[in-house]
């Protein structure tokens, strides 16, 4: 005696297997990109929809540095999307973008002059998706120097360190009508260090002075070179109650701070760092270093 499936179950097995055979065919899409200029170092941010894998390679005559990103779709917007960069002082000349072998996208980035490249991915957060970043440090980049505190009768100036917090891919809270944490402290820091400057024996210095990330060991060196008495960090945390109004202030303490406090700042700090394009992972000891050299006497 013949069997028969019935009509609905065919269908339903004809249609898991046009799943099965689409589902390798998705290819990962770039849906954003957003570029940055910083003191020594050019960042750029590929948005992407999934996960991918990479490799890169570099040529000469005229420099360039390409990206191969596996099973990644190439679209036309792509184009206008890298036209739209505003390259200004970055080592780019052009960004252009096609598809290679069928299902890779390649990126090409016409160089103006030679950098030290640095590729990694970063991976979904609560603010952002999974992310390809491109570094391109400036070639024998040299910190400007610091100039010798001046000294006023056997005193020099007392010098404060300000550090407006986030900055460039981390943005940090967002307030009402999508203002950004990052440009409100970067304001209130340009404010403080015109007042601090205005003050005989007092000199500011900003750890960051435009929209740009900077990890953390980053601001430590900084503030070690201006050779800072004080460090301040400047943050404005959103809150769940839009009563509640006023300042917050924080103090380090080598001889008062438990371990429980410590550890939690220094996973709060890791997980900017991640957002903002830095891994801590296997520096935890560095961290603790930071809260140390920075501390205050509460």
């Keep these: 005696m013949k069997s028969y499936l019935p009509q609905f179950t065919v269908a339903r097995l004809l249609a898991m297997l046009l799943l099965m055979v689409a589902a390798p065919l998705i290819a990962t899409e770039v849906e954003g990109t957003r570029l940055w200029r910083a003191p020594d170092h050019t960042r750029l941010v590929l948005d992407l ?20 990103i596996a099973d990644t779709q190439y679209r036309r917007s792509l184009a206008a999307q890298f036209n739209a960069l505003d390259l200004t002082d970055a080592p780019i000349a052009k960004i252009r973008s096609a598809k290679r072998n069928q299902s890779d996208l390649r ?57 407006p917090g986030h900055g460039g891919e981390d943005p940090g809270a967002l307030g009402p009508k999508k203002i950004r944490e ?47 008495d004080f460090f301040i960090s400047i943050h404005a945390d ?13 103090t380090l303490s ?29 520096q935890s000891p560095m961290v603790a270093g930071v809260l140390l050299d920075l501390s205050m006497n509460a």
Excluded: C
């Excluded at 640095?118 to 070639?139: I, K, S």
């Design 254 to 282: 080598d001889r008062g701070a438990s371990s429980g406090i410590a550890k939690h700042l220094a996973q709060e700090e890791n997980k900017t760092d991640l957002i903002g394009g830095v891994s801590l992972a296997d």
């Design 107 to 163: 990126v090409v980035l016409e160089l103006t002059k030679s950098v030290q490249a640095r590729v990694f991915t970063l991976p979904a957060n609560q603010q952002v998706g999974e992310r390809l970043v491109v570094d391109l440090y400036d070639d024998q980049s040299i910190e400007p120097a610091v100039k010798t505190v001046a000294q006023r009768q056997g005193r020099r100036d007392i010098i404060i360190a300000l550090d």
């Design 238 to 250: 959103a809150f769940t109650d839009k009563r509640v109004s006023g300042a917050s202030v924080y």
């Design 182 to 228: 990052k440009a409100v402290v970067l304001s209130i820091a340009k404010k403080m260090q015109a007042a601090f400057n205005r003050r005989a024996g007092y000199r500011a210095v900003l750890m960051r002075d435009g929209d740009y990330y900077i990890g953390l060991s980053k601001r430590r060196e900084k503030a070690r070179a201006a050779q800072a």
């Design 49 to 68: 929809s999934a996960a991918v894998d990479y490799q890169t390679f570099v040529l000469s005559k005229p420099p360039r540095f390409v990206i191969d």
